[in-house]
């Protein structure tokens, strides 16, 4: 198997969430696997001078509006969250903490997490809940939990933010495929004809 | 023939040309004309607190390799301005005073426009370059040109963004089928399949 198509997203993201759904399915048929990489996209902003899509005039209303309807064009369930966006430090070092354990198998506790926030309409940001989850995924509860306190964790997510930025992330979903850079889920076409091709 | 796909673009973006080369085999195929509305971009940033996007850290960086790479996936010539951005005032007045003249024959003059910017580098925010291309796309010289200077077109251009962002036109291209938003040549598939089904 060649290298994993790199896969960086927030919890808070909306695209991130749709695209977490659909990256594995791509991934595979070009017999790669996917490399979970959580971030923290308030960081990004603070180079890039953005903020969360629905706060901003005008993109706010049409990002409410195009989110779902992007959800029924991907065959994706979706409930906008009550709260929202949400602080993503918690799902973020619980993954680091499974990445740890074992890069291979992060995909069940992404994709529980993010159903979690934009299906079942759970706080995520809140520890407890997120433990609880990632718990119902598979995850030791109390290993999940401590993992969100963990000053070693807090640190590595910390270096992996600026690791992520450094390498020109931005946005969520952000996906390196052996090295080029594909921002949204807008760009799985391009996506495909790069892995299947190796360039175009 | 049903009502025509409506079209928001502003001279000076990138994505806006990409769309313009395929927004009108993508309506012929469902029997729909293509209605050419150009706008300011400049002015919806005001409200969104935007910018142009080569000027946005990373984000920046990433638009200037997406934009070429974009252009090989749908296979339309590109070539970066030198200049850029621009103000788009001097093409856009030309295709008003087109759109008063002949509401259906915008076409030509717009991709030759675009083209002109896009693929030959030339500055079509001076007036005299904006006229040339105008009249190479078939138009009369003198009364483009005279059409750039016109107190009524200027008026009836500002009437027209005001309208656009009235309506909730932000970016560009920006595309409205029988009422239903579209952001950007990344949501032609769902255009596609809004138009082959009413929605979905």
Redesign the interface.
């Known amino acids: 198997m060649r290298s994993a198509v790199q896969f960086h997203f927030d919890f808070s993201s909306p695209y991130g969430y749709l695209a977490s759904e659909k990256i594995e399915a791509l991934a595979a048929r070009h017999d790669r696997a996917v490399d979970w990489r959580p971030m923290l996209l308030g960081v990004?902003f603070k180079?890039?001078?953005?903020q969360p899509l629905t706060l901003?005039?005008?993109?706010g209303?049409?990002t409410k509006?195009?989110v779902p309807?992007?959800a029924?064009?991907h065959g994706v369930p979706f409930n906008m969250p009550a709260k929202f966006p949400i602080a993503t430090q918690a799902p973020a070092r619980i993954v680091l903490w499974q990445r740890a354990r074992d890069p291979g198998d992060c995909a069940t506790l992404v994709k529980a997490l993010y159903r979690a926030y934009f299906v079942a309409n759970r706080d995520i940001s809140d520890p407890d809940v997120a433990a609880d989850v990632a718990a119902e995924a598979g995850a030791s509860r109390e290993g999940a939990r401590a993992a969100i306190d963990d000053p070693a964790i807090k640190d590595a997510l910390r270096r992996d933010v600026d690791a992520a930025?450094a390498q020109?992330?931005?946005?969520s979903p952000f996906i390196f495929v052996d090295g080029e850079?594909f921002?949204?889920i807008?760009?799985f076409?391009?996506i495909e004809?790069w892995l299947a091709h190796g360039g175009?």
């Open positions: 990004a180079t890039t001078g953005s901003i005039p005008l993109k209303a049409y509006h195009d309807r992007s029924r064009f930025i020109g992330v931005f946005g850079p921002w949204g807008d760009r076409e391009q004809r175009f």
